[in-house]
DNA sequence: ATGGATTGATACCCTGCGAGCATCATGTTC
DNA sequence: GAACATGATGCTCGCAGGGTATCAATCCAT
């Protein structure tokens, strides 16, 4: 087989059409190179060069041979400055999973910060709960998440991203949904309320049950998504509790109405990867986004 | 810069994962082989595998270098070939691109086509996606290629050489599996679903969000490829939407039903070239191709 | 805990590939 | 036919790269 300098040496005499010329171009002299050509010939098996002692020209084969080859050192290069810079984080696939809800509110600000200052970095999107995140992320099958606590620290970093208020989701025939200003926790309770799944919706779910005042409310379903939740809403079974990103889905027939009584802005998304990851794409992300979120969260 | 050697040594190593057995298939020991990935880590300048101690695995960068070092080897085997075939005094060489899914399709009757009435015309086969052959055919280093749309209509000229249906993709113990009849896609959205990547497998994913009524269906998985969409099928992760023709492959543990609610044949797939190529071979055989395919499809 | 097994990296040796220099063979030009 | 130009060949030598022996770190079984 030959090498990558038989490959140069032949495309330079193939260029000048002349061995001392393309010898000194390639900063050698002139009987390597022929030598070169004539082992590049044998490892071929075909003549490339005709040289009538007066002249150089290029055969058939030869002609075919220099596409190929000049095909090849292009593809050399273009290698060499692709692994650099994917180890650079310039380029490179990071696989980002979110959360249906972060899909309103912070998950476009992301792909903006990516796109802007990442431009050869290409995103791959995928949805997912919280907890199927955690575990994707530390089996390295995705290498970022928008998640909601909490994470195993040992083994993800993470930075929050979003903090929001919850709202309280009413049907546009309830008697709350024409009134103005905030409502207390403790007279929402009296409502049938729609709740968010222990498993799928661990962490809304845990966020409720820690809200509540101690009778706790009467719970007449559980669901996953907040979207089912505003349906279920909408069609009248009771009211939820909601982060107030969920408003700009609009659903017919929903009305929001502020709390009282809850702590200020309780929901949490975080940005999460696996810390041993080796994905200097993902490492450059996370920088970004870090630089973009952590100050201007006020907290 | 690198050798042909060092390629060839980093290939094996990344595909065994294993220096021994890597050096093994080469003919060789294992320290020279170790001090020739070094040195092609140091050409490069970037760390491709990551060793230590117990087990080897490929970095980032290794991924994007294995790539063009694979393409790199296969260009150099078949320059070989041409200009030897160009020296005998043989025709014209094709190089032609196929999609992993028409491999199990078109690709055979292309194949017969090409052979039967263009004898002395070679053809070279690689697997693609359709993204990359879009760029490939355009840049020339490519022929034609057998790809989904869209292409740009300016550069590429295209014929339409098969459409086929979709059809629900079940594991084989789900109840689904032993029924009959076409299942509603409506019905159908409610399970777990795997979806096509919208990079790398953008035809499907466009074709799949178009089709899909609007709630959505719960994404599990974003992959690929058509095989590991049907590995996760028959792990039992979820269904998926997949092109008739898969069904060859006969995958353990995944039934297949029809489909209702979805347009009759709409998996298009094409047979793509450059315009201004100056292949006489390749024209002739697009030509064959168009005289065999396009009065032949019943639109 | 401890000794053996596994695996990639190092030390050292040695062969041979390939570069340079000098020169040859052949063809062109005046 | 002498001077020149050009690619090929003979010879020498340095070093790239392969082999053997061995080390260092880790895993595993007892």
Same mark, same amino acid.
């Given at each position: 087989?030959? &090498?990558? %300098?038989?490959?140069?040496?032949? !495309?330079? *005499?193939?260029?000048? $059409? ?25 490892? !071929? ?19 075919? #041979? /220099? ?5 090849? $050192?292009?593809?050399? %290069? ?12 310039? &380029? ?5 999973? #979110? ?12 792909? %903006? *910060? ?7 970095? +290409? ?20 290498? !970022? ?14 930075? $929050?991203?979003?903090?929001? @208020?919850?709202?309280?989701? !009413?049907?546009?025939? +309830? ?15 009296? =409502? ?12 809304? +779910?845990?966020?409720? *049950? ?10 007449? +379903?559980?669901?996953?998504?907040? $979207? ?23 659903? =017919?027939?929903?009305?929001? @109405? ?10 949490? /998304? ?14 450059? /992300? ?14």
């Amino acid at each position: 087989m030959f &090498t990558l %300098d038989q490959l140069r040496g032949f !495309v330079a *005499v193939a260029e000048e $059409l002349h061995f001392g010329r393309a010898a000194q171009r390639l900063l050698m002299t002139q009987p390597p190179l022929s030598r070169q050509i004539q082992k590049l010939e044998r490892a !071929v098996g075909a003549r490339l060069l005709d040289r009538d002692q007066r002249s150089v020209s290029l055969t058939a084969a030869g002609q075919a #041979f /220099l596409e190929d080859a000049r095909r090849m $050192l292009a593809t050399a %290069d273009a290698a060499l400055a692709r692994a650099r810079r994917v180890e650079a984080g310039a &380029t490179g696939t990071v696989r980002l999973a #979110f959360t249906a809800g972060s899909a309103l509110g912070v998950l476009p600000t992301i792909l %903006d *910060v990516a796109t802007r200052s990442l431009p050869d970095v +290409h995103l791959e999107l995928v949805e997912m709960v919280s907890i199927d995140q955690v575990r994707h992320v530390a089996e390295g099958s995705i290498d !970022v998440g928008l998640a909601r606590p909490p994470f195993p620290a040992e083994l993800l970093g993470s930075v $929050l991203v979003q903090r929001e @208020r919850l709202l309280l989701a !009413v049907p546009a025939v +309830h008697r709350w949904a024409r009134g103005e200003g905030p409502i207390a926790l403790t007279e929402a309770v009296g =409502e049938p309320l729609i709740m968010y799944s222990p498993a799928e919706a661990r962490y809304f +779910h845990d966020l409720l *049950v820690r809200l509540m005042p101690a009778p706790g409310p009467r719970v007449v +379903h559980m669901v996953t998504q907040v $979207l089912t939740m505003l349906s279920l809403v909408a069609a009248g079974r009771g009211v939820a509790l909601v982060p107030e990103s969920s408003r700009r889905m609009r659903l =017919e027939g929903v009305a929001y @109405r502020e709390l009282a009584g809850v702590p200020q802005e309780p929901v949490e /998304l975080h940005l999460m990867w696996a810390k041993e990851s080796r994905n200097p794409a993902m490492h450059a /992300l996370v920088e970004q986004a870090r630089q973009t979120f952590e100050p201007g969260i006020p907290l």
